[in-house]
């Protein structure tokens, strides 16, 4: 069964990186814990990476919903 459609707002950023990382990304991707491709995975690692930071309060916690600015 696929997953449903992302309902979540998405950007594009795009990253250069070695040809290394990139293998490590794909060879991730292989055994479909991270995600399906390269890039999925490093969205994953990226979110997780991040959601760590904001445990150990190294890094903000957005607003949600969002703060409405004037």
Known sequence: ???PKNTTETVQITISTTP???ELLEELSRT???GKNAA???HSLLKEK???LQKDGQAP???FPP???E
Do not use: H, S
């Open 1 to 3: 069964m696929p997953r």
């Open 67 to 69: 703060r409405k600015t």
């Open 20 to 22: 290394q990382v990139k």
């Open 61 to 63: 916690t957005p607003d």
């Open 32 to 34: 479909g814990f991270f």
């Open 50 to 52: 991040i959601r760590e």
């Open 40 to 42: 999925d995975t490093a």
